[in-house]
T-cell receptor, first 113, second 116 residues
Framework: DGGITQSPKYLFRKEGQNVTLSCEQN?????MYWYRQDPGQGLRLIYY???????QKGDIAEGYSVSREKKESFPLTVTSAQKNPTAFYLC????????????FGPGTRLTVL | GENVEQHPSTLSVQEGDSAVIKCTYS??????FPWYKQELGKRPQLIID?????GEKKDQRIAVTLNKTAKHFSLHITETQPEDSAVYFC???????????????FGQGTILTVHP
């Protein structure tokens, strides 16, 4: 299970607050991804990054922001603009575009109170 | 963009039976098709994958088949065991060229229950 970690495991937020989810990997992977998982649904891509200081919007980027200042870290901020943020958030990494296998972190369950 | 449809959404089998989960994809340029297993409250884990240059791949009790012409691929689990019970996701992507960066598009998932 080592290699890619997320914190915290559980997070509670009041409406109107921004919150940042942490994702760290020590696999020396170039690419990192953020997914959102809702009950009974598949994983939907929020943001992804291939290299440091570069990232791209995924399918559901509205209300989220990211940064990639270090290769090992790809934090996700859930802003107050996200209308329905309660979900399970998964971070993943891969060696790069020529090898698509993605390794997932343990996830953060965010609940908005 | 890519769209992946997965069926069935739930599948219940008896221990020892086979289970088959099917996915279709829309982008003919997709060339990588992984399958992930996710146990309750845990992270998805890759169980098998296939690339478009082969039609079938096996790993012990698990196999995946790919039909590029029809744009569908399937997961086959033989001799199912209770520990196979989980949610299974298929996905599709294409090698990065431009900005695709190996993006995975996931199916909606199949809840597999294996009854002892």
């Amino acid at each position: 299970d080592g290699g890619i970690t997320q914190s915290p495991k559980y997070l509670f937020r009041k409406e109107g607050q921004n919150v940042t989810l942490s994702c760290e990997q020590n696999l020396n992977h170039d690419a990192m991804y953020w997914y959102r998982q809702d009950p009974g649904q598949g994983l939907r891509l929020i943001y992804y990054s291939q290299i440091v200081n570069d990232f791209q919007k995924g399918d559901i980027a509205e209300g989220y922001s990211v940064s990639r200042e270090k290769k090992e870290s790809f934090p996700l901020t859930v802003t107050s603009a996200q209308k329905n943020p309660t979900a399970f958030y998964l971070c993943a990494s891969s060696t790069g575009p020529t090898n698509n296998e993605q390794f997932f972190g343990p996830g953060t369950r965010l609940t908005v109170l | 963009g890519e769209n992946v449809e997965q069926h069935p959404s739930t599948l219940s089998v008896q221990e020892g039976d086979s289970a088959v989960i099917k996915c279709t994809y829309s982008d003919s340029a997709s060339n990588y098709f992984p399958w992930y297993k996710q146990e309750l409250g845990k992270r998805p884990q890759l169980i098998i994958d296939i690339r478009s240059n082969v039609g079938e791949k096996k790993d012990q009790r698990i196999a995946v088949t790919l039909n590029k012409t029809a744009k569908h691929f399937s997961l086959h689990i033989t001799e199912t065991q209770p520990e196979d019970s989980a949610v299974y996701f298929c996905a599709a992507s294409k090698n990065a060229g431009g900005t695709s960066y190996g993006k995975l598009t996931f199916g909606q998932g199949t809840i597999l229950t294996v009854h002892p």
